[in-house]
């Protein structure tokens, strides 16, 4: 996904390196595979569907997961994080062009999963030898590359640009500071400060998703429909929300769907349809 910053795997992790090998070769063929593949899928839909959703590791985690010549992490160095955002920002241009060639009809939204955020901001990453941490990255900072990006995806013609991040501190205030155009965090653990921080988006016409499946926790299979509608409309009136700015919430699984068994992923996604009706319903009585 990067542009001009070629890596290779290493055993502690994917470092950054002056030209191509065959770690990165196999990741672009990898990722252009997939596309193609896409491509196959979609021309054989009688009805494609109206909107495709992409993923991305954004500028945080993946400084603070990619290395530098010297064995240290990328996150260490200001300029490092600054020249691996730019990077990242042309990359996802480029895949959202090619995937629009793959999907021409269809709507791109781009997720930006940022699971480091909070440990990044905190001052918690560890450094490469594990006996300290690494410095506090400045949230104007965070706001910055997440702009970069966002304005990257818009230019290349990305309808929303969503950040994915863990519920444990979420930077709901540099999400609106950055220009994003929403959010996705899981519904478990939410503290009523963080409701109060949602409700301030849901005023800011932020799009909201919702993690309200944890995919990790199916164990005891997956949660009712009115477990799921209670679990967002409760906080939702205690904040004094009004019901029709319910239309600016998405229902997604906390996690992603690729290590669960194909069944379990279709039964996620039936229960995520059934609850969204059931929110609509809502919305409609109100």
Known sequence: MLVELPVDLQPHGWRIVDRPGLDHRRAVS??????????????????????????????????????LHNGERVLRDPGARRDVAQS????VADHLAKVRKAAPEAGLILQVDEPEAARV????????SGYRTLRAVPESDAEQLWR????????????????????TKAPFDAVRNAGLDGFAVPIAGLATGQW??????AEADLSIWLG???????GGGVPQVRAIVDSVLRPWQQLGLPLARLHQVRLVPS????????????????????????????????
């Open 148 to 167: 970069l990006l966002a304005e990257a995806a818009e230019a290349a013609g990305a309808a929303q640009t969503v950040l994915s991040v863990p519920a």
């Open 88 to 91: 990242l920002a042309a990359g």
């Open 255 to 286: 996690g992603g769907l690729a290590g669960l068994p194909p069944e379990s992923a279709r039964q996620v996604l039936a229960r995520l349809s059934q609850a969204a009706d059931a929110l609509n319903q809502v919305i409609a009585e109100a």
């Open 212 to 218: 309200v499946i944890a995919v990790d926790g199916l």
């Open 121 to 128: 901001l905190s001052g918690s990453i560890p450094t490469a």
């Open 196 to 201: 109060e921080q949602i409700a301030a988006a």
């Open 30 to 67: 990898a990722l252009n595979t997939d596309i193609n593949v896409l491509a196959d899928i979609i021309g054989s839909e009688e009805r494609p569907g109206q909107w495709l959703k992409l993923q991305c590791l954004g500028p945080l985690s993946m400084a603070a997961g990619l290395y």
